[in-house]
């Protein structure tokens, strides 16, 4: 499992979006990572013409933490676990700052035998 000091804080990752909003406000590279993600989206979305859209394809760490910077007050736990395997955020903006969240989740599939018991690992 990989380890990610901020100050006395660990992160273990998985985290969820809630331990990436605690890391966060402790300040230090977390929050310096952070606020660059949201920055760098916000230039993004900033130069789409009126009514287009951006996908930003990244790595898990980077999606939480950045979508933590692009809200900061929100209630970061009702936003759950970290984001797995083909899964993101779609993000609300108004021309000047990001307003909402979504969430995007993958339902998984269940795997079965030709024995009708399930799979493992799926």
Known sequence: MRHVEVRRHTIRWPASF?????????GGATARFAEAQ???WRSIVQRLPHGGQALVITHGGI?????VA????ADHRVWGEHCDYCEGVRLGFD??????VQVLR???A???????SVANGT
Do not use: H, W
Request: proline share 3%; glycine share 10%.
């Open 18 to 26: 809630a331990e990436f909003a605690r890391a966060i406000s402790q």
């Open 38 to 40: 949201a920055t760098l």
């Open 63 to 67: 999606v939480e933490a950045g979508t």
């Open 70 to 73: 692009c809200l900061p007050d």
């Open 95 to 100: 021309g000047e700052q990001f307003t909402q």
């Open 106 to 108: 993958v339902k998984r």
């Open 110 to 116: 269940t795997q079965m035998n030709g024995d009708g």
